[in-house]
Nanobody, 126 residues
């Protein structure tokens, strides 16, 4: 059974940091490109960051470049999103998504990802 579970969300003041984790069961993350998405209130779900299969070529949207870092731990079959210098506009439900296409590239559209976690809430407020 394929399952994706995120954790690590919470409430943080602006300027703070959080690390989100994504653990997958039923498949090998190392062979899949992973995307982190977020969805704020009343907004569409948007791509935030991704990491290519094999752990190379991370990709970020401009608004999080230099603040967020995506990484993977192949031994633990986990992917992480380190979020630093958080801003109020980063507040959203964050989702981990797995392409499900072995050795496929990072994609920016939600439709390109086959497996999703349930999401973890990130709140940024003073």
């Amino acid at each position: 059974q394929m399952q994706v579970v995120e954790s690590g969300g919470g409430s943080m003041q602006p300027g703070g940091s959080l690390r989100l984790s994504c653990v997958a069961s039923g498949f090998t993350l190392e062979h899949n490109s992973i995307g982190w998405f977020r969805q704020g209130p009343g907004k569409e779900r948007e791509f935030v960051a991704g990491i290519q299969w094999g752990g190379t070529n991370p990709y970020y949207i401009d608004s999080v470049k230099g603040r967020f870092i995506v990484s993977r731990d192949s031994h633990k079959n986990k992917v992480y999103l380190q979020m630093n210098s958080l801003k109020s506009e980063d507040a959203a439900v964050y989702y981990c998504a797995i392409r499900g296409v072995p050795f496929g590239s990072i994609a920016l559209r939600t439709d390109d990802y086959a497996y999703w976690g349930q999401g973890t809430q990130v709140t940024v407020s003073s």
